[in-house]
């Protein structure tokens, strides 16, 4: 116990030292992967159990009940704009009380219609002058957890950036997250602190004169090499999990502190900000799961009357497992309730068996 208490003071001194960074850096990483998670509105960082927790919460490894276990999800964010993708390879080390894991997660809008030169010297309109590329988002974790009794579990995950915006861009970023974990009976809490070294990101821009020129005649500003910010943010999880005969009832509530202090912040001030969400899961013989969550939790001005409203989104989603292959599918955004489009989500997780 008491290992747990210098941890969680490790992170509040991360999180409290924090300055300088930017509010919106990276913020792909910042939507969540596996569509269990997504059904509950990400609230899994003390109940994820599976590959996905090498970025929700990387102490859960220690979870995975078998040698090595392959997890992978696509979802198409905001209304089919963005592809989301994630993969996850998660095995067990020697000694059985260690696992390791090496995801990759990709965000990418492709075929973006590049229309620089789309008007020619004459200025005339040559639409065979258009040619398409990408925006992608790329993060390579290396996650790594163990056992330090039969209640505490530790874990952390190494983080490599890659961005890109066709040829004219591209960026490099380093950052680790720090998580941990607690079990006493039927309760479980967990905290896990994001970007805890500060992420650094750097971006190299490569505009040919032309191109910089056409952005000066178009009324923009030429951007320029820089480095992004990431402060660290710190998730806590509380979840009670109780087992009947023939079904399975978890509940889990989290709720993500950071320093930014964005206004539409559920608590907030200028420097400080807690966002909490809400997931719940029900499970049948430990075969077929119904899943639901709310998060998103934020104040917004109505525009017709200019006062403050809570806004939300809520989340659905199933599980089936068929032997060693689980499937998932989560509906974010039901009844299309917030601002955020409706998205789907598609998961699969595969076990690999015990060695005879």
Known sequence: ?????LIILFFASSF???IGGQKFVNEFLSIGVGARAQAMSGSVVASTSDATASYWNPANLTSINKPMQLNAMHANWFGGIANYDFASLAFRMKGGKSFG???LIRMGIDNLPNTLNLIGPDNSLNFDRIITFSAADYALLLSFATKKNDNLDIGGSLKIINRSIGSFATAWGFGADLGIRYK???FILAAQGRDITTTFTSWNFNLNK???EKFLDTGNNVPINSTELTIPRVITGLAYKKSFSSFDVLAEANVHLSTDGRASGLISNRNFIAEPSFGIEFGVLEKVFIRGGVGNIQRVINLSS???IIDFQPNVGLGLV???????YALANVGNVSGVLTSHIFSLALDFKEKK
Do not use: A, P
Not at 1 to 5: A, H, S, T
């Open 1 to 5: 116990m008491r290992g747990l208490i």
């Open 16 to 18: 409290t030292n924090s």
């Open 101 to 103: 894991s090496l995801s």
């Open 184 to 186: 006493m009976g039927n």
């Open 210 to 212: 032309e191109e910089k």
């Open 306 to 308: 200019e006062n403050k």
């Open 322 to 328: 068929l032997g060693r292959l689980r499937v998932d």
